[in-house]
């Protein structure tokens, strides 16, 4: 089952500017990860980010994490065009395993 | 470096007939993952395999099975196929503690 919701669905930018995406989560978490994916392609991971850290960095990425309100946020900042694809949160829950519960993803478009 | 290898990237069937699909994890990854994602949906969980023991278990149906052989790699057996079938699956693979590397998928497309 869905784990939360990803906010926006769909985002439409032009290259150089910042893409924010949010995702929301109901489960005590172990730690976050962003996935990204083309179309109809595998998911590629960018980040992961643990429950007792707060905001992290890799490249043009940034990711932040607020467990008392259950969500975080990827800022992709200077876009480019092959940053299009979509984007999708997963979460490793404590009681669950290692397995990923996905958000539903945001589409990301950057127009050059 | 090596990725995770998933055979066939694309299959076609009927309903009410079988299918195999087949995953290579990267070598010396210990855990394999199997996701079904269905058209503008999420990837959903199915089953998980830990040193060649199933570990987790998720929204996998009683049609499905999997297992993972001795060279660590993995298939997802599915029968009675129903049009609701039709998906990208995607095996994943992960060295403990580390994230999952996702293969390509397998297209499913049940007619």
């Known amino acids: 089952s869905q784990q939360g919701e990803e906010d926006p669905q769909a985002l439409s930018i032009q290259e150089g500017e910042n893409a924010t995406m949010n995702c929301s989560y109901k489960t005590s978490i172990n730690n976050l990860q962003w996935y990204r994916q083309n179309s109809g392609r595998g998911l590629v991971h960018l980040i992961l980010?643990?429950?007792?850290?707060r905001e992290k960095h890799s490249g043009r990425l940034r990711v932040t994490l607020d467990t008392s309100k259950k969500s975080s946020s990827l800022l992709i900042t200077a876009s480019r065009a092959a940053d299009t694809a979509s984007y999708f949160c997963?979460?490793?829950?404590?009681?669950?395993?290692?397995?990923?519960?996905f958000g539903g993803g945001t589409r990301l478009m950057v127009k050059p | 470096a090596a990725g995770v290898i998933q055979s066939p990237r694309h299959l076609i069937k009927e309903k009410r007939e079988t299918a195999t699909l087949k995953c290579y994890p990267i070598p010396r990854h210990d855990t394999v993952y199997w996701y079904q994602q269905g058209p503008g949906q999420d990837p959903q969980f199915l089953i998980s395999?830990?040193?060649?023991?199933?570990?987790d278990k998720g929204s996998i149906p009683d049609r499905f099975s999997a297992q993972q052989f001795s060279d660590y790699h993995s298939e997802l057996n599915m029968s009675s196929l129903e049009l609701g079938d039709s998906a990208l699956y995607f095996c994943?693979?992960?060295?403990?503690?580390?994230?999952?590397?996702f293969g390509d998928g397998t297209r499913l497309s049940i007619l």
């Open positions: 980010i643990r429950s007792n850290e």
């Open positions: 994943a693979s992960s060295a403990s503690g580390q994230p999952q590397h």
């Open positions: 395999f830990y040193e060649k023991m199933q570990s």
């Open positions: 997963a979460t490793e829950d404590n009681n669950a395993g290692n397995m990923l519960t």
